[in-house]
């Protein structure tokens, strides 16, 4: 009997590049999972920072302290830090900060969450967040008029497939997790890269255009437990996802529609 294609995994980043929250249930909205890169760190400049440049973020946990209500902060937790929490300042500063070659605008969350991340990461650091009346435009090569996505590098969904990274697991000496590769949404059940070759999908009531394969950077080499970086899965990768000089793992999405999407859900590919 053919195994039913589903969702095996949901999760979302609230802080971009620090470690994912897995879910159980999801609440899509117009700008991907809810919550999800509402908040960045950037440099003095209010360029963005990322595991490429400070592998350590990804030992940074952070979670919503609502699950409804951006506006009641995160809280951040790390090895041999005190958890701290931080609130949405009701005035703070709104800088202008950079998302690859997008200028958009972020609030300020005050100087105790930058010395805190600063001190773990040794490096000067700011957290900035998304207010909900900001809008980023997706690359209108892509994307319809009105789409937009968060502090997401370029699109409000990335799925990737159980099947894909059972393929480059087959092919490396240690088999890694699906977390290095920051997926939102997890399926199971259909053959190795199937989702290159699919249109439109639908989760629940939330139908999803897939409207560009994702390239990828550095990151999947970095363990998402340790911060230690192996260059061996990009390298095995890039021996059979190589195109025009990147390297392809995973589908970017873009939501028709909202509403609540759950692991175990029928997934049915629409063209």
Same mark, same amino acid.
């Not at 025009?244 to 970017?252: H, T």
């Given at each position: 009997m053919t195994k039913a294609l589903s969702v095996s995994q949901l999760m979302s980043y609230p802080v971009k590049s620090?470690?994912?929250?897995?879910?159980?249930?999801?609440s899509i909205d117009t700008?991907?999972?809810?919550?999800?890169?509402?908040?960045?760190?950037?440099?003095?400049?209010?360029?963005?920072?990322?595991?490429?440049l400070l592998p350590r973020m990804c030992l940074i946990q952070a979670q919503l302290n609502n699950s409804i209500d951006l506006r009641a902060g995160i809280t951040l937790s790390a090895p041999e830090m005190a958890?701290?929490?931080?609130? $949405?300042?009701?005035n703070g500063p709104v800088k202008q900060v950079k998302v690859w070659n997008d200028l958009c605008d972020g609030i300020d969350c005050g100087d105790a969450a930058a010395e805190w991340l600063s001190v773990f990461l040794s490096h000067d650091s700011r957290l900035v967040f998304f207010a909900d009346n900001y809008f980023r435009p997706i690359d209108p090569s892509y994307a319809l008029v009105g789409e937009g996505v968060s502090f997401a590098d370029g699109f409000p969904i990335l799925l990737c497939t159980q099947a894909s990274l059972d393929e480059l697991n087959r092919r490396l000496k240690e088999r890694v997790q699906m977390h290095r590769f920051r997926p939102n949404i997890v399926l199971d059940g259909c053959e190795p890269f199937a989702e290159d070759t699919w249109q439109r999908i639908q989760i629940?009531?939330?139908?999803?255009?897939?409207?560009?394969?994702?390239?990828?950077?550095?990151?999947?080499? $970095?363990?998402?437990?340790?911060?230690?970086?192996?260059?061996?899965?990009?390298r095995t990768l890039g021996e059979f996802r190589l195109r025009?000089?990147?390297?392809?793992?995973?589908?970017?999405l873009v939501p028709e529609s909202s509403g609540l999407i759950c692991v175990g859900s029928t997934v049915d590919v629409l063209n």
């Open positions: 620090l470690a994912g929250v897995d879910h159980q249930v999801a700008i991907g999972i809810f919550g999800d890169r509402r908040w960045m760190l950037v440099d003095s400049q209010g360029n963005f920072l990322s595991q490429r958890a701290i929490t931080i609130q $949405i300042p009701s629940d009531d939330v139908v999803f255009r897939l409207v560009k394969p994702c390239s990828r950077c550095s990151i999947p080499n $970095i363990d998402p437990n340790t911060a230690k970086s192996n260059s061996e899965v990009l025009q000089r990147k390297i392809y793992f995973g589908q970017n």
